[in-house]
């Protein structure tokens, strides 16, 4: 029994880790401009490698990187780095009802970015209760895995990259959003989820235009969850009034 166990926990996180390999398109031209920018800033080779290990987190990282050298105070940088990853409240509660009770939860969430949250949330259902955690655990490691990789690589050879190749440095900013369009775009087939990603883009717009482009991240994603629940929400009671109706 615990083979068996032990088998199917192998082939879902083979899974998860095969079905993250495209996210690498996006992941590893971002890392790399993160790596190049970090050097250039004034941080070493292994900072930059060390800030993508331990923070993870994309744009705060940019971020991040940006306000030290600038000589920002410390508490303003964590602040403003919490303030953009305040996104994961919402991506949190959204994606803990398909994954099991674990010990490991504070480890396994360091692996929940946009990327693997968008996917996760379309296959995670797919699958069977005991292929979950395998499966995000294999996603999750190869799309973390990728990214340490890439900074290494735009921390070493990122400046080189661009100098034989100046067109690969003012494409590799938007391979990461790109993707992230690729991985929205089938949930514009449901009428909710069209209106909800619909308001979300328009609020993180104004906010863009407004100059407040940091801002306009997590207050889009807390606008576009409370459209998605209060739609939701909308549509129920209509079906259980209909439902109400039919049986009277």
């Given at each position: ?10 082939r ?23 790596g ?6 004034g ?8 800030i ?21 105070p ?7 780095t ?7 409240v ?10 099991n ?22 296959r995670?259902?797919?699958l ?6 395998g499966?995000?655990?294999g996603a ?31 494409i ?24 909800t990603l619909?308001?979300?883009a328009?609020?993180?717009l ?25 739609l ?6 209509k ?6 109706a039919?049986?009277?």
């Amino acid at each position: 029994m615990s083979s068996q166990i032990a088998s199917t926990e192998n082939r879902s996180l083979l899974l998860g880790a095969r079905e993250a390999i495209p996210l690498l398109g996006g992941y590893i031209p971002v890392a790399i401009s993160f790596g190049l920018i970090a050097v250039q800033s004034g941080f070493s080779g292994w900072e930059a490698v060390l800030i993508s290990t331990l923070v993870y987190a994309g744009a705060s990282q940019f971020l991040f990187v940006a306000m030290v050298a600038s000589g920002a105070p410390l508490w303003f940088v964590v602040l403003m780095t919490l303030l953009i990853n305040a996104r994961h409240v919402v991506y949190g509660p959204n994606i803990a009802p398909w994954l099991n009770k674990n010990r490991w939860w504070p480890w396994l969430m360091h692996g929940l970015t946009d990327q693997i949250f968008a996917l996760a949330l379309v296959r995670l259902p797919q699958l069977e209760a005991r292929e979950r955690m395998g499966w995000y655990i294999g996603a999750s490691i190869v799309a973390w895995f990728s990214w340490i990789g890439g900074t290494a690589l735009g921390a070493v050879a990122g400046k080189e990259l661009t100098q034989r190749w100046p067109l690969l440095g003012e494409i590799m900013p938007f391979a990461l959003p790109a993707l992230f369009l690729v991985l929205l775009a089938p949930r514009f087939a449901s009428r909710l989820w069209a209106i909800t990603l619909g308001s979300t883009a328009i609020v993180a717009l104004l906010f863009a235009v407004s100059g407040m482009k940091n801002a306009g991240i997590p207050i889009a994603a807390v606008c576009g969850a409370l459209v998605y629940y209060g739609l939701s929400s909308l549509v129920r009671d209509k079906v259980q009034r209909s439902r109400g109706a039919q049986d009277g």
